[in-house]
């Protein structure tokens, strides 16, 4: 520790005391200490001539000092708030680091489910037109084949009936060569030969006409297998397509899906670009706060070396010219103000700390740009991967579009019609109440029955109400039709009339599809070719009968 420094002047004294206690001295950054040939000193603030330390003005010097003092310690300030930011900085990494891979993750698992569900759609859609080509093959086929039916049918008919005009024919040739037996004697010899060869000729006649009912019979047989066998591909066809248009739901459900995980990592990628942007800026101000504290900290430390050197020449100059050591000169001079020894120690402290840190700032700094691009890559991979998916959903909705429209003109048309047929006349339909997205619009349904005028279906009865949701639901029926519907107490609500056009309408539809109706009213029982209820002959035992109206009426007729 610097004690003491003797000089003809109390103030280089005081100076000397300030400015080398404890290397504690850091003159303003960009001044030059210059040392003379002659052995003079020049510093910032002051000179030093000969065997004297002289000021140009001691109280200037002095409060130099102190605001250099103040400049070192704001530098020291700055530069653990940029230790602290460099750690900050390091966490925050480590954060958007483990953000951005969770992030990657995520993107290349929902890439992953968006290209099987495309797979899964191509591959049904593919699938869906084989089945409807081969359905309409048959349907073809079915056709040639009823029309071929029908005609051997008429073959046959035809075939039959000259059967029977043969068989009435040989029975008439049988009865005349019986009497022509009895009568053989009586008639030429000619006679009797060309009766034989009449017989014989219609025998032949009979037998071929015999084999050619077989034949047919045969045919007819073998085309209602044929028949039998496609309705039930037809019918396995229509249930395979209720599975597929159920799978297709299920992958449009899916879709949404997707697009609602797209849209979380959207606003979570939006997030993480403002960070990264923010942390871009956080790192260019502690980038430029480091340099600056790096220039003013290495003009310190170099100050701090010349005055060291600076030191040393004075020691050696007072043994030379006074004969005495620094520890003499400051007993006999003793410092008229001194300097508080817990700052200089704190300063000294403060100076050594600073060291390392700054010398790697740089080092910090670099890599952080290398993370920065890194995860700002990222961003970028994440955002095409974004735009990619968006696009995907937007043709998956425009398909979606243009199918539910196609569907829903079909519906449109079928609601008119069976409106009609149930009403006998007049006039309905539906429509979408926000046709620019018809994907998430409503839908609004307007009817009036023949004879009112219907501004509100509020206006209109119960059972009209029921009827008209009814026509609905077989107007959707008809453009996809399944091989059975059940009918759960749909009659409910309609009185007499309307049932009477309800079952109609069932009858007419049962032609195709196989009814189950579950009803409390006879008017539809009536209608039933099979009835089934439960009964309770014993207290707590349940039966169950049915009866087959069609073998009833049969047995009736007999008896």
């Known amino acids: ?42 510093f910032p603030f002051g000179r030093v ?70 797979n899964r759609i191509a591959d049904r859609e593919e699938t869906l037109e084989e089945k409807r080509t081969e359905k309409k093959h048959l349907e073809d086929t079915v056709k040639t084949t009823r029309d071929g039916i029908a005609g051997k049918k008429k ?48 025998a032949v006649e009979y037998e071929a006409a015999e084999e050619t009912v077989q034949r047919l019979s045969g045919e007819k047989k073998s085309l209602e297998k044929n028949i039998e066998r496609m309705v039930n591909e037809q019918k396995y066809l229509d249930g395979r397509s209720v599975q597929m248009k159920e799978e297709l739901e299920n992958l449009k459900k899916q879709n949404a899906a997707a697009v609602l995980i797209m849209k979380e990592l959207e606003a979570k990628q939006k997030e993480d670009r403002k960070e990264l942007d923010d942390l871009r800026k956080k790192v260019s101000a502690l980038n430029s706060d480091v340099y600056g504290a790096e220039k003013r900290v290495e003009v310190a430390k170099n100050d701090i070396v010349h005055a060291n050197e600076m ?171 399944s091989p059975f519907c059940i009918l759960d107490e749909v009659d409910a609500p309609l009185d007499d009339a309307n049932v009477v056009r309800f079952n109609k309408l069932v009858k007419e539809y049962s032609q195709k599809t196989q009814f189950v109706a579950i009803t409390h009213n006879k008017r539809t029982m009536e209608m039933a070719d099979v009835m089934y209820g439960i009964t309770m002959e014993e207290f707590g035992v349940s039966k169950l009968i049915s009866v087959k109206y069609r073998k009833v009426a049969e047995e009736n007729e007999i008896s």
């Not at 250099?68 to 954060?95: F, Y």
């Not at 958007?96 to 891979?101: F, H, M, R």
């Not at 024919?169 to 030429?188: D, G, W």
């Not at 018809?438 to 009827?467: C, D, H, M, W």
């Open 49 to 118: 001539f000969g065997k004297a330390l002289r000021f140009s003005d001691p109280a200037a010097a002095e409060k130099d000092i102190s605001a250099q003092k103040k400049k070192l310690a704001e530098v020291m300030q700055r530069s653990d708030a940029c230790i602290g930011n460099i750690k900050r900085l390091e966490n925050e990494e480590t954060g958007l680091a483990s953000t951005g891979a969770s992030l990657r993750e995520k993107i290349i698992e929902t890439s992953s489910l968006v290209k099987m569900l495309e």
């Open 155 to 202: 073959n046959l008919e035809a075939l039959t009936a000259k059967h029977h005009l043969q068989q009435e024919n040989l029975i008439s040739i049988e009865r005349t060569v019986a009497s022509a037996e009895e009568t053989r004697k009586h008639i030429s010899q000619a006679e009797y030969e060309a009766k034989k060869q009449q017989y014989e000729k219609f």
């Open 311 to 481: 030191l040393k020449g004075l020691s050696h100059r007072l043994g030379e010219e006074y004969n005495m050591d620094i520890d003499e000169a400051w007993t006999k001079y003793p410092d008229p103000e001194r300097f508080p020894e817990e700052e200089i120690g704190a300063m000294k402290a403060r100076v050594e700390a600073i060291g390392s840190v700054n010398l790697l700032a740089p080092e910090d700094y670099e890599r952080v740009k290398k993370r920065y691009d890194f995860l700002r890559g990222q961003s970028d991979d994440l955002e095409k991967a974004i735009s990619d998916i968006e696009s995907i959903i937007s043709e998956a909705n425009k398909q979606i579009k243009e199918n539910f429209l196609i569907i829903f003109e079909q519906a449109k048309e079928n609601f008119k019609t069976v409106y009609a047929n149930f009403f006998e006349g007049g006039t309905a339909d539906i429509f979408l109440t926000d046709p620019s997205n018809p994907i998430e619009s409503g839908v609004e349904v307007k009817a009036a029955p023949p004879g009112k005028k219907v501004s509100s279906n509020t206006q209109l009865s119960s059972g009209e109400n029921a009827l008209t949701a009814i026509a609905i639901l077989f107007a959707l029926f008809q453009i996809k039709p």
């Open 1 to 42: 520790a610097f004690e003491g420094l003797k000089t003809k002047n109390e103030y280089a004294a005081q100076f000397l005391r300030i400015m080398f206690s404890e290397f504690g001295f850091s003159p303003e950054p960009g001044g030059k200490t210059v040392f003379s040939p002659e052995g003079s000193i020049k």
